[in-house]
């Protein structure tokens, strides 16, 4: 609970009219708060006593167990109840700032026993009052623990507190202050633990899911209330039973001992900011709730109100390995709504451009008496350029740079190309070169490759970026001021007599950036370059005079990745400080900020349609942004480790990531489903590529391993609306069916990936004796 929804007074001695007034604000208030966290805990209304928003009750939050009663049955007990828990939470804030008079008065004439107090001081569980009616959101210990968060420390040294001189960190720690006795927090968990392995089979997977966000809260709290010993003895005795995919997670925990260790604490402050979601069905949950409120355990149900959103769904409960596919980040699972919005995952239809027929083609149609220009058929280009795609967005629904000449040009050549293009199949793989950079010792950082396959370049942890030149043609500067002011500007052959000769060479040094360079991205006009750096700047690198033209500045640490859009102009950054950012060559300031991502932005990638960016990141979550509104339309959950690779299909379909988990996952962006699953590395995945006709996935990975996937058959299936509806995938254990082949190197780990026009594979890292 945030302090500032509470209003900070300083408390003079009290007279009963006073009191009277304060009781009444604390049960308003309170009455309303919860109300408000009611409707962002349930994702969809419950068709039971969980219901109940009746406005003469609205101060009892209809979620708690304790009111699991019939609506309009034994309310004046419950609000007589609910009346004698904001007393006695007014009457231990007087106690609690010394006010002994005021407590006396008060104390007498509500007729309060003089013991009462302590009688709740003890149990701060909401059960010592009120029996099976008493509400565990409003009882004392926890309605005095919200009002007391902002204003106890500062009420002593006789200030007022106020809200926004305090550090967000003590604002989000504070929520920790709301514990009971520590003695029973193994006692509670042990309790809920015995019931849920008691549970049928098909709710058991699902109720488990409960276990690890409460054995963090409640860990937490006792450390925040300097619970130090009872805090070791719950990690050591429940920290076992978590999932495998949290250890991670589990390690970080486990070194926070001390209250101070809390503070700046990333990892914790994520957690402790963001509602771990569950998904669970109506059936699970109403089962979990009915224990609670029979068990009055209200301690774990106020760590499930205030920490955890329950995605309750109507139908069977999922499996075991339903529930395992889709677990595994740092918030839990992605509501459904995250991935509800429409995506225009369509491509945008190709101008028209004239193939031109050269002298081969033209020998061939004489010879064969047909043209060997049927080819393009297969190819997406070709087709594309014919007929709209329904589900492309439309041409003008972001400003994308026009079509010069040379990209004409250059989309004449590659045309060209995809008629001598190799079809790929399970029965046709593809030729694989690997380029491996030797003398690197350990220092290669990042890998690019121009589009046509001429140019490679790598960043490198000494902060040089290198660019070499991999077909006969070496590497030429432009001309100085002077010599360009003596070239004939009208001759055929300007753009080679505007090189100079003297500079040539098999490759350039590119110096600029001051710490390690983490990400490189070629323009597909093979005229620029783009470098991201430790030293928390993106660099512009011109490939003509081969010098650095723009530093953008924007992230404030180290940005791990850069990629350019494949219409060129916008490009897209991500880094340690958690916020994506799309770009404009043009522009000093970024044009978008996506933010939402618990941890860092490890990789990036525009969608071939240019209109959507994709994410991956530390939290284990992939995102899907909107360009045009910044928006985020998919959450993808599964990957158990931060995710280093991401890959769009060429018809813009499909996703792949990879993770250090080893595994690649595959999503259906249409439908923002995970789709299949792909086992056999044992490393890091670092690079996934798509073949250009979408028929094979390659994925490069530090187990120094390329294997090679039928992406056909692997997205070849059905999704039914029920599938659709309620997010349960059924994940088919076909990977060794999928993979076509497996090749090693000696000891090169792979972390680029690339497929020529003609479908050739290139792949590329750093030797590593």
Request: hydrophobic share 35%; aromatic share 8%.
């Amino acid at each position: 609970m945030r302090c500032h929804d509470f209003p900070k007074l300083e408390l003079p001695v009290f007279s009963s009219a006073h009191a009277h007034f304060i009781c009444k604000m604390a049960a308003v208030q309170g009455g309303l708060v919860d109300a408000v966290e009611e409707k962002t805990i349930k994702s969809e209304p419950v068709a039971d006593a969980t219901a109940n928003n009746s406005a003469n009750d609205a101060r009892a939050p209809s979620s708690s167990p304790g009111s699991g009663v019939s609506p309009g049955v034994n309310k004046p007990a419950a609000g007589a109840a609910e009346d004698q828990q904001t007393l006695l939470a007014v009457l231990q804030f007087l106690r609690k700032n010394n006010l002994s008079e005021s407590v006396e008065i008060l104390r007498r004439e509500a007729g309060l026993p003089e013991d009462s107090l302590d009688q709740k001081g003890g149990d701060s569980t909401g059960t010592g009052l009120g029996g099976p009616e008493a509400d565990g959101r409003t009882d004392a210990g926890s309605l005095l623990s919200r009002v007391t968060v902002s204003s106890s420390a500062p009420l002593k040294s006789g200030k007022v507190a106020v809200a926004e001189d305090q550090p967000d960190v003590n604002v989000v720690l504070s929520a920790y202050s709301q514990q009971g006795d520590p003695a029973l927090y193994e006692v509670y968990y042990s309790g809920l633990k015995k019931f849920i392995e008691t549970v049928l089979d098909c709710h058991r997977a699902e109720l488990s899911q409960v276990f690890y966000p409460l054995f963090v809260h409640m860990y937490l709290e006792l450390v925040y209330n300097n619970h130090e010993n009872k805090a070791k003895a719950f990690f050591e005795k429940f920290s076992g039973d978590q999932e495998c995919y949290y250890q991670d997670d589990l390690r970080v925990l486990c070194s926070l001992t001390k209250k101070e260790h809390m503070r700046g604490n990333e990892t914790l402050l994520d957690f402790r900011t963001s509602k771990f979601v569950l998904r669970i069905s109506r059936d699970s949950y109403q089962l979990l709730k009915r224990h609670l409120q029979e068990r009055q355990n209200n301690q774990i149900w106020n760590i499930i109100q205030e920490h955890l959103y329950i995605d309750i769904f109507d139908g069977m409960p999922r499996s075991k390995g339903q529930i395992d596919a889709m677990s595994g980040s740092l918030a839990g699972e992605a509501k459904r709504e995250a991935n509800k919005a429409k995506v225009y995952y369509g491509l945008l239809k190709e101008p028209e451009i004239e193939l031109p027929l050269d002298d081969e083609d033209e020998e061939a149609e004489n010879e064969e008496g047909k043209p060997k220009k049927k080819k393009p058929k297969k190819d997406n280009m070709g087709s594309k350029s014919k007929k709209q795609d329904p589900n492309a967005p439309s041409q003008t629904r972001i400003p994308l740079p026009e079509l010069k000449d040379s990209d004409k040009l250059d989309k004449i050549m590659n045309m060209k190309e995809a008629t001598k293009r190799i079809r790929l199949g399970p029965d046709n793989l593809p030729s694989i070169c690997f380029y491996s950079f030797l003398n690197a010792y350990q220092g290669l950082t990042a890998v690019d490759l121009t589009d046509d396959s001429s140019l490679i370049a790598g960043g490198f942890a000494d902060s040089t970026v290198r660019v070499w030149s991999v077909t006969p043609k070496k590497l030429r500067k432009v001309k100085s001021a002077a010599d360009l002011n003596m070239i004939d500007k009208e001759s055929d052959d300007v753009l080679e007599r505007i090189m100079d000769e003297k500079t040539a060479s098999e490759s350039k040094i590119l110096y600029g950036h001051s710490g390690p360079v983490y990400g490189i991205s070629f323009s597909p006009d093979r005229n620029y370059l783009l470098s991201s750096s430790e030293d928390g700047t993106i660099r512009l690198w011109s490939l003509q005079t081969f010098t650095c033209l723009v530093g953008y500045k924007g992230h404030n640490y180290p940005v791990w990745d850069t990629q350019f859009s494949p219409h060129g102009y916008y490009f897209v950054s991500g880094g340690h400080d958690r916020v994506a950012r799309l770009w404009a060559t043009d522009h000093y300031q970024p044009l978008r900020m996506f933010s939402g991502h618990l941890a860092d932005i490890t990789c990036t990638r525009f969608h071939p349609n240019s209109n959507y960016v994709v994410t991956g990141s530390s939290d284990r979550t992939i995102r899907l942004w909107d360009v045009l509104n910044g928006n985020c339309v998919r959450i993808f959950t599964g990957h158990k480790g931060p995710i280093h690779a991401l890959a769009f299909s060429p018809n813009g379909k499909f996703l792949a990531s990879g993770a250090t988990d080893g595994r690649v996952l595959l999503w259906d962006i249409g439908h923002g489903l995970m789709v299949g699953e792909l086992k056999g590395h044992t490393d890091t995945i670092y690079s996934l590529r798509f073949s250009r006709d979408s028929e094979i996935l390659a994925s490069g990975s530090m187990d120094n391993t390329v294997r090679l996937w039928d992406a056909t058959k692997a997205f070849d299936l059905e999704t039914d609306d029920f599938t659709a509806a309620t997010g349960h995938i059924h994940l088919q254990d076909n990977s060794q069916e999928l993979l076509l082949g497996s090749y090693m190197t000696k000891s090169t780990p792979v972390i680029h990936l690339h497929f020529t026009r003609r479908n050739l594979l290139l792949a590329a890292g750093g030797y590593n004796p």
